[in-house]
């Protein structure tokens, strides 16, 4: 059998060369993976900033929600009622655990609720939906 040098001492070479350039990849992986990193810490910040925000948002939701004069029952699409605000349970002087959950058709047939126009409750209605 014939010894061939091109083909006998070529797959050292090849080897080599692989070799060297995996080693040369991993300067450039390792830049691409310090980027990356730093995007995401960038994104991960600008998120807790932005949740801040809407947390702050909602906080003064909430303190405009429970300082309204109107009686506000916030209900889900099967019309039982998900939330009330103070005004709310005091016209009704019921706490709010004793509504939670009710269907607002039964709370509105009460005669609790003042229906005449010059009444000095009045009385807002929202319609939650979660789908």
């Known amino acids: 059998m014939e010894h061939n040098p091109v083909t006998a001492g ?30 995401l810490t960038h994104t991960q910040l600008e998120l807790e900033r932005r949740m801040g925000e809407i947390d702050e948002a909602r906080e003064l939701f909430e303190r405009v929600v429970e300082s309204m004069t109107e009686a506000l029952f916030l209900m889900d699409v099967t019309g039982r009622i998900i939330r009330v605000n103070r005004a709310a349970r005091e016209l009704l002087d019921r706490d709010e655990a004793a509504l939670l959950g009710a269907p607002f058709a039964e709370i509105c047939a009460t005669t609790a609720i003042p229906a005449t126009p010059g009444s000095s409750w009045h009385m807002l209605q929202v319609v939650y939906s979660l789908t």
Request: aromatic residues 6%; glycine residues 0%; negative net charge.
């Open 10 to 39: 070529s797959e050292p070479v090849q080897s080599h060369q692989a070799a060297s350039l995996h080693e040369a990849a991993w300067p450039d992986m390792l830049t691409n993976l310090h980027v990356a990193y730093a995007e």
